[in-house]
């Protein structure tokens, strides 16, 4: 029988001194839920609703481009495959839950605009619950319903976590993962045979959605055969035959979709750890996501973050939060979304600095809690409340209503004039992947965007960066043998270069859409403006 193990490090918000270890352990499990899975799930549930439909801005192009774009391309016969798809480095996995929902829509005759553009992020909404829902769950287990209930999500999170990436698929089956590991909790005893199994199958789902998943689940996969008694078992009857038959499962079914043979993570682990393909699209220096990155994630939780770690003495998830930056941190290119599945882990660190404040001194020495959390909170925890509301909601606000929202703003405007026979075709002249594209417009009518697939040859600059190194010369050069288009999507930026060149071929301004207040990662993209053809 497994070896059980004892938490590495007593809590003081996860024990009595009046309780024995039994029943402790009884206590745990039994009223630490003062609020039941299903009511927390009901309000995590409405929670992430109102976060999906507050999310209209542009984040990353893959929350589009490899997600959306080809479900539609599943579900409706056409939509765009990035070159990431022909060198067989995604998994069809991920879009077909996507693609499923487009054919409820269709079956449904809601394959109209606002539900065309609303209904993947609401649906992503459910699964972003279930995530919130293992969360707290994950809290209870490891510190009590003290920290469980101060567990919270911050702006990264509500800007994040309900959008069609990927990474937010993988955060989700990462929380649900941890909870059935028997080497992260402190009382395993309550486990069954099967806990393992699953964790190690949810998992497994996670690595074949996004193979990265990988550098999380080996550092759980060593702790575990560290900590177990029966590491031949663990090795050979749990890992070895769940990892071939998801393995197995997804390379039948990358089989039936790509139409070949395809050993999806294979590839995909060639092209961004072995070549260092991703350097294409950019590199940071080493410590960018210690310095930066996951810096500006956790935003005004950090030092509640760090606080926590150092109070509750929980080394195993800690050190998973810098294992995993650590890894991530030898990869050139560099992105918030990669480490997003540590995210939630480092806000539970900061519900536990959270809850070890509300806690008061009694006059005879015992710890004492407020009644409730809405009641009378200790004054020392009123400030440091208010203080993440102030610093979080303008900023979750902001990112997810403001910054970067005339990409969408665009297609979805399209998406409405293509009804009416209003638009015909469309040229993007922007930098490639700045909008969405066939998941949202939903019409199959010409369109073209400048491409940016790497290419073989070192030194080739692609289309999208030769644009926007001369936009004047690219779109002169274009336009001798271009099949003229109704309708133009551009900058602001590249608009005040290209006046000459679209009055000269009789398009006129239609409409602008607000974009950003301050440059991102280019020159200022402040606005986005749709060009027209006259006399159509």
Not at 128 to 145: C, E, I, M, T
Not at 316 to 332: E, H, R, T
Not at 386 to 401: D, K
Request: aromatic content about 14%; overall charge positive; some cysteine.
């Amino acid at each position: 029988m497994r070896q059980r193990h004892r938490a590495e490090v007593s809590s003081p918000l996860t024990q009595n001194s009046d309780l024995s270890d039994s029943e402790q352990t009884e206590k745990s499990h039994n009223s630490d839920y003062s609020f039941s899975p299903r009511k927390v799930f009901a309000f995590c549930l409405a929670f992430r609703v109102v976060n999906a439909l507050l999310v209209q801005t542009y984040f990353n192009p893959d929350e589009h481009w490899q997600a959306l774009e080809v479900a539609h391309r599943i579900a409706f016969g056409y939509g765009h495959l990035t070159w990431e798809w022909k060198k067989g480095i995604r998994s069809y996995s991920h879009p077909l839950l996507f693609a499923l929902l487009y054919k409820v829509l269709a079956f449904l005759g809601l394959d109209i605009p606002w539900f065309m553009i609303k209904a993947p992020r609401l649906f992503q909404s459910l699964f972003s619950a279930v995530g919130d829902l293992y969360l707290y769950k994950l809290s209870v287990l490891l510190f009590g319903n003290r920290v469980a209930k101060w567990a919270l999500t911050n702006w990264f999170m509500f800007f994040c976590t309900t959008r069609t990436l990927s990474n937010s698929m993988e955060t989700v089956l990462t929380l649900v993962s941890l909870y059935y590991w028997p080497c992260l909790q402190s009382s395993p005893k309550k486990l069954t045979s099967m806990s393992r199994k699953f964790g190690l199958a949810i998992a497994a789902l996670a690595c074949a959605i996004r193979p990265t998943s990988a550098i999380i689940w080996l550092y759980i996969g060593l702790l575990e055969l560290f900590l177990t008694q029966e590491r031949l078992k663990f090795i050979f009857l749990d890992v070895a035959p769940i990892g071939v038959l998801v393995l197995g499962l997804t390379w039948v079914f990358d089989r039936l979709m790509y139409g070949s043979w395809i050993l999806v993570p294979h590839n995909f682990l060639k092209f961004n750890f072995l070549s260092s393909g991703g350097d294409y699209y950019g590199t940071h220096k080493w410590h960018w996501y210690f310095s930066q990155g996951f810096i500006v994630m956790l935003f005004s939780f950090l030092p509640f973050s760090i606080a926590g770690i150092m109070q509750s003495k929980q080394w195993k998830l800690s050190g998973l939060i810098a294992w995993v930056l650590g890894l991530y941190s030898l990869l050139g290119h560099k992105e918030f979304r990669f480490v997003l599945p540590v995210l939630p882990i480092a806000l539970m660190f900061s519900g536990y600095s959270l809850a070890a404040i509300s806690i008061r001194n009694s006059p005879n020495g015992k710890r004492k809690e407020s009644s409730s959390v809405s009641g009378k909170w200790p004054p020392k925890l009123r400030l440091p409340v208010l203080f993440l509301l102030a610093t979080n909601i303008p900023m979750a606000l902001y990112m997810n209503l403001i910054h970067q929202r005339g990409s969408e703003d665009v297609m979805n405007h399209l998406s409405k004039e293509v009804l009416y026979g209003k638009v015909k075709s469309i040229l993007f002249l922007m930098p490639c992947h700045a909008t969405p594209y066939y998941s949202t417009l939903h019409r199959d009518i010409p369109m073209r965007f400048l491409d940016c697939s790497p290419s073989e040859d070192k030194g080739v600059i692609d289309e999208s960066d030769r644009f926007m190194m001369d936009p004047v010369g690219f779109a002169s050069e274009y336009a001798k043998n271009w099949s003229i288009p109704s309708h133009i999507v551009l900058f602001e930026s590249e608009e005040k270069l290209l006046k000459d060149f679209l009055e000269t071929h009789s398009y006129r301004e239609e409409k602008r859409f607000f974009h950003a207040h301050f440059k991102v990662d280019r020159d200022l993209q402040a606005s986005v403006a749709m060009y027209a053809l006259t006399g159509q």
